[in-house]
Each structure stands twice: as C-alpha cells, then as structure tokens.
C-alpha cells in the first residue's frame, strides 16, 4: 500500500497549490479520504474530507471556501486545490485513507497514510 504526496512548496499569501495523492495497493474507490494538516508544535488536524464515491465533502471551518477537495477514481487520486493561501497555511500535508463510505473526523480510523508534503506560505 502506498499514498504517495505531491504538489507542495513555497508559495506567498494569497498564492495558490495543488496538492496530489496518489493511491496504490488497496481498493481505492472503497475507501474515503482526506487530508490532514500538521504545523510545528500543533497537532495534527483534519482539513478536508470526501466521500468514497466523491459525492460529498466536507472542510475544517479555516479553510471553507478557500479549499477544495476532489478525487479521480479511475486514476487513483485524491486531489486539495489551495487558493488564497495564508501563513496559518503553512503545515506538513498527509493524505489518508479509511475503509469508510463517509469519512470520519478520527485519525485513528485512517489506516493508510502518505509520508507528507511541506506547504509554506511565506512573503
């Protein structure tokens, strides 16, 4: 099983990124997903979630109407475009899978995860 991150780095406030995660070794279209956000000393949090089917998604209140989660069945990817980013921003990116139709808010249910990538939001 792998979750393999991309799409991160350097960017300034108000820039934008795509982040990509790529999914192999499971049924990926059985499982919903998210991505999780960790800065340095703060745990780690959940920023958006969708369903296995991609019919329904759901945001931490932060990032509401600035993210924007999505995934692409047939090619085994999760997506989170990022638009007008913040320094608040700035956080290690995980994706993560569990074995759920609805994704739930518990780290502890995810049992795949990706090994991270750095967003910095810096001028």
């Known amino acids: 099983v792998q979750l393999v991150e991309s799409g991160g780095g350097l960017v300034q406030p108000g820039g934008s990124l795509r982040l990509s995660c790529a999914a192999s070794?499971?049924?990926?279209?059985?499982?919903?997903m998210s991505w999780y956000r960790q800065a340095p000393g703060k745990e780690r949090e959940l920023v958006a979630a969708i369903t296995s089917a991609g019919d329904m998604t759901d945001y931490a209140d932060s990032v509401k109407g600035r993210f924007s989660i999505s995934r692409d069945n047939a090619k085994n990817t999760v997506y989170l475009q990022m638009n007008n980013l913040k320094p608040e921003d700035t956080a290690v990116y995980y994706c993560?899978?569990?074995?759920?139709?609805?994704?739930?808010?518990?780290?502890?249910?995810?049992?795949?995860w990706g090994q991270g990538t750095q967003v910095t939001v810096s001028s």
């Open positions: 070794g499971f049924t990926f279209g059985s499982y919903a």
């Open positions: 993560a899978a569990a074995p759920l139709i609805v994704p739930d808010s518990r780290p502890q249910l995810y049992g795949y």
